[in-house]
């Protein structure tokens, strides 16, 4: 089963959250330190995990 997630800047952190989400599950898939990571990056790491699809937020 795939998630739709979608990148969002929240302060100085890339923010990797899912698009829908039920009760009581997780709210975000990951967290980058913007300075450390580009979107690019975080781009990619959504692509190298087969469970996640990137969609427009």
């Known amino acids: 089963m795939t998630r739709s997630v979608y990148i969002k800047l929240v302060g100085d952190s890339w923010m ?28 990619n790491w959504v692509r190298q995990h087969p469970k996640l699809v990137l969609v427009e937020g």
């Open 16 to 43: 990797v959250l899912y698009k829908d989400r039920r009760k009581h599950q997780r709210y975000a898939a990951a967290t980058f330190y913007a300075p450390d990571h580009s979107r690019e990056f975080v781009e």
